[in-house]
C-alpha cells in the first residue's frame, strides 16, 4: 500500500514557475514508477511527466521536469515558464511499470494540488 500527498500547487502569473512535490508513504516506493498527471476542468485527466524506479528513464513535455528522491520517498515535478492553459489539478501516481501515459497503468493516486496560472 503506498499513499501519495501532493503539495506545491497555488496561484502564479504566467511565465512564472512551480516546484509541485508529491510525498509517499510506505518502504516500498522505490519500486514503483512514478507519474504526473493534470486535469482541467470539463477535460480527460492527462499524462504530464513520468519517471522509472531508479530515476534513470524520464519522460516530460516541454518546460516541465521530473525527479525523484527515493531516500526521501517523494517525487518532484518542475514546472517553468508556466501559461494558463497549464490550469489544472495535478495529480500524482505510483505504478509497477515503466513509466506509461495511461492512468490504468497506475495502481495509487493522490488527492491532487490545484495549479492556477493568470495571465
Known amino acids: 500500500q503506498v499513499q501519495l500527498v501532493e503539495s506545491g500547487g497555488g496561484l502564479v502569473q504566467a511565465g512564472g514557475s512551480l516546484r509541485l512535490s508529491c510525498a509517499a508513504s510506505g518502504r516500498t516506493f522505490s519500486k514503483y514508477a512514478m507519474g504526473w498527471f493534470r486535469q482541467a476542468p470539463g477535460k480527460e485527466r492527462e499524462f504530464v511527466a513520468g519517471?522509472?524506479?531508479?530515476g534513470a528513464n524520464t519522460y516530460y513535455a516541454d518546460r516541465f521536469t521530473i525527479s525523484r528522491d527515493n531516500a526521501k520517498n517523494t517525487v518532484y515535478l518542475q514546472m517553468n515558464s508556466l501559461k494558463p492553459e497549464d490550469t489544472a489539478v495535478y495529480y500524482c501516481a505510483a505504478g509497477l511499470y515503466n513509466p506509461s501515459e495511461y492512468p490504468s497503468d497506475y495502481k495509487y493516486w493522490g488527492q491532487g494540488t490545484q495549479v492556477t496560472v493568470s495571465s
Open positions: 519517471i522509472s524506479w531508479s
